[in-house]
Structure formats: structure tokens, C-alpha cells
Nanobody, 116 residues
Framework: QVQLVESGGGSVQPGGSLRLSCVAS????????MGWYRQAPGKVRELVAH???????NYADSVKGRFTISRDNAESTVYLQMNNLKPEDTAVYLC??????????WGQGTQVTVSS
């Protein structure tokens, strides 16, 4: 059974930073591309960043240059370093297979709130 557990969210002021973590279990993590997604109230869930099994990365234009996705295959963990956070980054952040998620394995996500 695949399980994804996100952590690291919180409340920060604009310009602040957070590092999100997602630990995966129940799958062969090292051979799977992973993605970070976010869902803001009233908005469609969107792909923020994804990383291939080889380590190549892609980002949504809205976060390019501010967010960095990385992975540790030994720990079955994918990270999202978020710098220079903006109020529009406020959302629940979730990880899943990337760039196309599997609908039946979403975790609880972690809340990120950016406000002054």
C-alpha cells in the first residue's frame, strides 16, 4: 500500500522560507518521478515542481527561481525548498507521482500560509 506523508509547512511572512518533506512508502521510490502539487482555496490543484528518477527538474513559471525540488532515494523522500515566499503561495502542498499524479494515493498534505 502506497503512503505519502508530507511535513514542514507553517506560517511565514512574505520573503520567508520553508522546506517541505514527503516520505514515501510502499513503492519503489528510486524508479519513479515525483512531484509537488498545491491547492489553494477555490482553485484547481496544480503541479508546482517535479523531478524525474534521474534527477531532472521542472517548475511552474510562478515558482521558477524561488523553489527547488530534490530527492533522496535512500530515504524515499522528496523535498521542496521554498524561498522568497509570496502570499499567493499560500496553499496545501501535497506530493505524488509526477508529473501525472495517481488519484488514489494523495496524502493529507501540509499547509503553507504566507502573510504579514
Amino acid at each position: 500500500q502506497v503512503q505519502l506523508v508530507e511535513s514542514g509547512g507553517g506560517s511565514v511572512q512574505p520573503g520567508g522560507s520553508l522546506r517541505l518533506s514527503c516520505v514515501a512508502s510502499g513503492m519503489d521510490f528510486s524508479i519513479i518521478g515525483m512531484g509537488w502539487y498545491r491547492q489553494a482555496p477555490g482553485k484547481v490543484r496544480e503541479l508546482v515542481a517535479h523531478i524525474t528518477r534521474a534527477g531532472s527538474t521542472n517548475y511552474a513559471d510562478s515558482v521558477k527561481g524561488r523553489f527547488t525540488i530534490s530527492r533522496d532515494n535512500a530515504e524515499s523522500t522528496v523535498y521542496l525548498q521554498m524561498n522568497n515566499l509570496k502570499p499567493e503561495d499560500t496553499a496545501v502542498y501535497l506530493c505524488n507521482i509526477g508529473p501525472v499524479p495517481l488519484v488514489n494515493i494523495w496524502g493529507q498534505g501540509t499547509q503553507v500560509t504566507v502573510s504579514s
